[in-house]
């Protein structure tokens, strides 16, 4: 079994890159629990350690979703993050309660699409919250950009 993964790491190349976004780093497909399920993946390590190209995969403003959340040169988004949520549910002139429960009963199904194991270090309470403020963020972003566009 370990030699099928030295084969691959020698080998990847010749494979094109719409196929290895499908297989983990020794060469297996990655399967999804369910087929209903999707998957947040990861940049595979053959791509992301390649010297060229590796500092195309790294944020650098802000993160969305657990891979790179928690970072110290992100936190001044995180704290934008909080203003922008906090101002996206005032203008919907619903309790803050409503937005977070709703994406705390998700919770479950939100994890399922990370790769297994990349949310654990998450309680739900924090995870919820990670989740609320990158949506409102997307959503008010969304939403202003919208108005400038016509």
């Known amino acids: 079994m370990e030699e099928e993964g030295n084969d691959w790491q020698s080998n990847h190349s010749n494979i ?16 999804k629990k369910s087929p209903r399920e999707v998957t947040c ?6 791509l992301r350690n390649r010297e060229r190209s590796k500092h195309y995969y790294d944020p650098m403003v802000a993160s969305f979703g657990p891979y790179h959340h928690g970072k110290p040169e992100l936190q001044e988004a995180e704290t934008l993050k909080t203003e922008i949520m906090l101002q996206f549910i005032a203008e919907s002139h ?6 977070y429960s709703k994406v705390r009963e998700m919770n479950r199904d939100i994890r399922a699409c990370y790769v297994d194991g990349s949310t654990d ?12 403020r990158d949506g409102c963020l997307i959503l008010q972003y969304n939403g202003h950009h919208r108005k400038f566009k016509g």
């Open 121 to 132: 270090e998450y309680c739900d309470n924090k995870f919820a919250l990670m989740m609320l």
């Open 16 to 31: 094109p890159t719409e196929l290895r976004s499908l297989m983990d780093d020794k060469g297996h497909p990655i399967i």
């Open 94 to 99: 619903k309790p803050i309660m409503e937005f």
């Open 41 to 46: 993946g990861k940049v595979s390590p053959i």
